[in-house]
């Protein structure tokens, strides 16, 4: 049983850290919030196995706050995101293509 539990903190901290790096290195805004989605749900992961291995319940709670802070930060970065992507479209059209009468 140790050996599962040893080979199942490896995995979650590899997971973690593989996240982590992602979020730092980007590229982009929403390679760092998918990045960011992962290393919540690995938390939550972890924070489930803790409770399945300490037979209790009490984090229930906890999990529930990570999982909403997860839902509504993924959110807001993709309306951030679309309305910026909704004003580049609406400026490259505007000084691109003027006619000039002769």
């Not at 992961?45 to 999990?63: D, K, Q, T, W, Y």
């Not at 930060?73 to 995101?81: F, S």
């Not at 400026?91 to 009468?101: F, H, K, N, T, V």
Request: proline content about 2%; glycine content about 8%.
């Amino acid at each position: 049983m140790t050996v599962l539990l040893w080979a199942a903190g490896v995995l979650f901290a590899g997971a973690a850290l593989l996240a982590l790096y992602r979020i730092v290195r980007g590229p982009s805004l929403l390679d760092r919030m998918i990045a960011s989605d992962v290393l919540l749900t690995t938390l939550l992961l972890v924070v489930g196995a803790e409770m399945v291995i300490n037979h209790h319940a009490r984090s229930i709670p906890m999990m529930l706050v990570l999982a909403a802070v997860a839902i509504f930060a993924t959110v807001a970065v993709a309306r951030y995101v679309s309305k910026q992507d909704r004003s580049e479209r609406e400026g490259a059209g505007d000084g691109g293509g003027e006619e000039r009468e002769e």
